[in-house]
């Protein structure tokens, strides 16, 4: 026996597996432990790393067991003296520094998805178990005592940090480890020192325990489930063969996308594993729908799922990088994902591959978060909660990804996170219709600075006292006025002198050169008054009016007052004539129209997420 390592308190024999401690100068033997079982870990003992910089070796081993299988974990010396511990989840590594102890905190009340802050930082945890020792190798830092069952909380951080909260045997005041996650080659181990991943060779053509039928494992070394196709019978394959558990009903439809099949998403070639059949009620009513595990020996696993010819591409996320308000909103890579539903999913059929202890009957209460074409996915069940990330995929990506032959469904209705077909559209049409208008104005003020906007004629009119209305008598001539070019007319008629009275104003502009006349009217009335409100008013002074573009030439300006015949009074009126004003008439209909396909495109665009939004029934809770 030898103690290479100055942290090391603890060593595992060899020959025997009896764990030998020291104490000063003596040792004593507490027992043996279990042979450490062949895993598809690519580490092993005495492998040498780099992690910021400073160099360290794998010391010792354990594998610990809930129930399911075991798990790995490696405890590891620096350069500098500091010691930590390598984990190892679903092909994941963590790397683990002691914190020291959080008193006062309990295990009671450490849930799935509650959140916690702890040495200065935001956590979430994602599990909550316990396990024990099942064997062990090399140097560790303490005892071990297989009999003993530990519990334990993993929780997630910002950026992929990480936090075990170890109790052990006790209900409160954990040991904290901190560290990060990260991928086999931020560990800085040497391809030449990694071990070979052991490989079940016995499963990879293994035949079902009930029907006998022929399995072919595709990923025998992290499936913990199988489910036969032939016979539905759920088989355990945690202890490296297969074992009957129980038999569940066979999926009713099968499967879009065959198990063994491959496809390339995201850039890399997966395997398809297994298949799940999942659904939820509400009000009555079930609305299942289709999820496909998928494997790849280095990303690992995950998803793809399908609901009524919509397809969404699942991959898994720590829970600590996520912002949730529960039931309102989630915060992601600087965006925004809206609550749109929560169930409860039940699975119903199970068939392939699974990296957990699936089973029939499994219940988990699922939230989706949106912002299409994006989702946050949370699915919590008492003991653990996991977050996906999901991508809304068009059947016809699926087709081609994985080469199927036969055409997919049609998408029914709108799906959660799929995207508007007419948002990009919309966006398209206020981007033109924006330059448009930016057009529309400079033509408008092209116009404008080249109209001549000169007055052509300004009279003071005044009807004799003893004329009679619409009469020769109330007729008045001006003086002849030349119009150089063709233009339009603004007329302008006042009358500063009307007081609870009316004045029409019937002006014909006389061609001398032709003899055509252009024609117009203008009414002006104007009456006050005070009542038990107060006083009021109505009417105005002043009134104009536009009149078609004329052709040069020689022009009079003939007028003919109408008023209410009464006592003989003379009344008065003026009269402006401005030719080639701008004219805005024009601009005004051609502003309408380019208003036209915005205001269309907007409307199908919010009838779409309203239609979306129908189906959701989180939808309120913003």
């Given at each position: 026996?030898e103690?290479?390592?100055?942290?090391?308190?603890?060593?595992v024999c060899?020959?025997?597996?009896t764990?030998?401690?020291?104490?000063?100068?003596?040792?004593e033997?507490?027992?043996?432990?279990?042979?450490?079982?062949p895993?598809?870990?690519?580490?092993?003992?005495?492998?040498?790393?780099?992690?910021?910089?400073?160099?360290?070796?794998?010391?010792?081993?354990?594998?610990?067991?809930?129930g399911a299988?075991?798990?790995d974990?490696?405890?590891?010396?620096?350069?500098?003296?500091?010691?930590?511990?390598?984990?190892?989840?679903?092909?994941?590594?963590?790397?683990?520094?002691?914190?020291g102890?959080?008193?006062?905190?309990p295990?009671?009340?450490?849930?799935?998805?509650?959140?916690?802050?702890?040495?200065n930082?935001?956590?979430?945890?994602?599990?909550?178990?316990?396990?024990?020792?099942?064997s062990?190798?090399?140097?560790?830092?303490?005892?071990?005592?297989?009999t003993?069952?530990?519990?334990?909380?993993?929780a997630?951080?910002?950026?992929?940090?990480?936090?075990t909260?170890?109790?052990?045997?006790?209900?409160?005041?954990?040991?904290?480890f901190?560290?990060?996650?990260?991928?086999?080659?931020?560990l800085g181990?040497?391809?030449?020192q990694?071990?070979?991943?052991?490989?079940?060779?016995?499963?990879?053509?293994?035949?079902?325990?009930?029907?006998?039928?022929?399995?072919?494992?595709?990923?025998?070394?992290?499936?913990?489930?199988?489910a036969c196709?032939?016979?539905?019978?759920?088989?355990?394959?945690?202890?490296?063969?297969l074992s009957?558990?129980?038999?569940?009903?066979k999926?009713?439809?099968?499967?879009?996308?065959?198990?063994?099949?491959?496809?390339t998403?995201?850039g890399?070639e997966?395997?398809?594993i297994g298949?799940?059949?999942?659904?939820?009620?509400?009000e009555?009513?079930?609305?299942p729908w289709e999820?496909?595990?998928?494997?790849?020996?280095a990303r690992?696993?995950?998803?793809?799922?399908?609901?009524?010819?919509?397809?969404?591409?699942?991959?898994?996320m720590?829970?600590?990088?996520?912002?949730?308000?529960?039931?309102?909103?989630?915060?992601?890579?600087?965006?925004?994902?809206?609550?749109?539903?929560?169930?409860?999913?039940?699975?119903?059929?199970?068939?392939?591959?699974?990296?957990w202890?699936?089973?029939?009957?499994?219940?988990?209460?699922a939230t989706?978060?949106?912002?299409?074409?994006?989702?946050?996915?949370?699915?919590?069940t008492?003991?653990?909660?996991?977050?996906?990330h999901?991508?809304?995929?068009?059947?016809g990506?699926?087709?081609d990804?994985?080469?199927?032959?036969?055409?997919?469904?049609?998408?029914?209705?709108?799906?959660?996170s799929e995207?508007?077909?007419?948002?990009?559209?919309?966006?398209?049409t206020?981007?033109?219709?924006l330059m448009?208008?930016?057009?529309?104005?400079?033509?408008?003020?092209?116009?404008?600075?080249?109209?001549?906007?000169?007055?052509?004629?300004?009279?003071?009119?005044?009807?004799?006292?003893?004329?009679?209305p619409?009469?020769?008598?109330?007729?008045?001539?001006?003086?002849?006025?030349?119009?150089p070019?063709?233009?339009?007319?603004?007329?302008e008629?006042?009358?500063?002198?009307?007081?609870?009275?009316?004045?029409?104003?019937q002006?014909?502009?006389?061609?001398?050169d032709?003899?055509?006349?252009?024609?117009?009217?203008e009414?002006?009335s104007y009456?006050?008054?005070?009542?038990?409100?107060g006083?009021?008013?109505?009417?105005?002074?002043?009134g104009?009016?536009?009149?078609?573009?004329l052709?040069p030439?020689?022009y009079?300006?003939?007028?003919?007052?109408?008023?209410?015949?009464g006592?003989?009074r003379?009344?008065?009126f003026?009269?402006?004539l401005?030719?080639?004003?701008?004219?805005?008439?024009?601009?005004?209909?051609?502003?309408?129209?380019?208003?036209?396909?915005?205001?269309?495109?907007?409307f199908?665009?919010?009838?779409?997420?309203?239609?979306?939004?129908?189906?959701?029934?989180?939808?309120?809770?913003?």
């Open positions: 026996m103690f290479t390592a100055g942290s090391a308190q603890v060593v060899a020959h025997c597996q764990v030998v401690a020291r104490s000063g100068a003596t040792f033997a507490h027992g043996k432990i279990g042979r450490i079982v895993t598809d870990s690519p580490l092993q003992l005495g492998a040498e790393g780099r992690y910021a910089r400073t160099g360290y070796r794998i010391i010792g081993h354990l594998q610990k067991d809930h299988g075991p798990w974990e490696w405890y590891v010396e620096f350069d500098d003296g500091r010691t930590g511990w390598i984990s190892e989840s679903e092909g994941a590594f963590h790397l683990l520094f002691e914190a102890v959080e008193e006062g905190l295990l009671e009340g450490l849930a799935p998805g509650e959140r916690l802050r702890l040495r930082r935001a956590w979430v945890i994602e599990e909550r178990g316990h396990g024990r020792v099942v062990a190798e090399g140097q560790l830092p303490s005892d071990v005592d297989p003993e069952d530990s519990w334990y909380v993993d997630t951080g910002p950026k992929g940090t990480f936090l909260l170890d109790f052990g045997t006790r209900a409160q005041d954990p040991e904290v901190t560290g990060e996650a990260l991928k086999l080659e931020q181990i040497a391809a030449s990694l071990r070979p991943r052991a490989q079940r060779v016995e499963l990879k053509q293994a035949r079902c325990t009930n029907c006998n039928g022929p399995l072919e494992l595709r990923a025998p070394d992290k499936s913990l489930r199988v196709p032939y016979c539905g019978a759920l088989l355990d394959v945690s202890q490296g063969r009957f558990l129980r038999l569940l009903e999926p009713s439809e099968t499967p879009l996308i065959p198990l063994g099949a491959k496809g998403l995201d890399t997966w395997l398809c298949y799940l059949v999942r659904s939820c009620t509400v009555g009513v079930r609305y999820e496909y595990l998928l494997y790849h020996p690992g696993f995950t998803w793809l799922m399908h609901s009524n010819g919509h397809w969404v591409f699942l991959k898994p720590a829970a600590g990088d996520v912002q949730l308000v529960p039931g309102v909103a989630a915060f992601y890579d600087r965006r925004r994902y809206k609550a749109f539903q929560q169930v409860t999913a039940v699975t119903e059929a199970v068939l392939g591959e699974f990296y202890e699936v089973t029939a009957g499994e219940r988990a209460k989706e978060y949106v912002a299409p074409p994006y989702s946050v996915n949370v699915d919590a008492e003991d653990e909660v996991t977050y996906t999901g991508e809304y995929l068009a059947p990506v699926v087709k990804a994985f080469g199927l032959k036969e055409s997919l469904p049609k998408p029914q209705g709108i799906a959660p995207p508007n077909p007419h948002k990009a559209g919309m966006a398209s206020f981007k033109w219709t448009w208008l930016l057009g529309l104005f400079v033509l408008a003020g092209f116009f404008t600075v080249r109209a001549d906007n000169r007055k052509v004629l300004e009279e003071a009119v005044t009807v004799p006292a003893d004329a009679q619409g009469t020769p008598t109330a007729m008045h001539f001006s003086e002849p006025f030349e119009l070019k063709r233009g339009n007319m603004e007329v008629v006042s009358s500063a002198a009307l007081d609870n009275d009316w004045l029409g104003i002006g014909d502009l006389v061609n001398q032709t003899g055509e006349v252009v024609g117009f009217y009414e002006l009456y006050s008054g005070t009542d038990s409100d006083s009021w008013s109505e009417g105005s002074h002043s104009s009016t536009k009149l078609s573009p052709p030439g020689k009079v300006l003939r007028t003919t007052a109408s008023f209410d015949p006592p003989a003379p009344r008065a003026n009269v402006t401005t030719h080639d004003s701008p004219n805005g008439s024009w601009f005004c209909v051609a502003f309408i129209l380019l208003l036209v396909g915005p205001a269309w495109a907007l199908r665009s919010h009838g779409f997420e309203t239609q979306r939004w129908a189906e959701s029934n989180l939808a309120d809770s913003d």
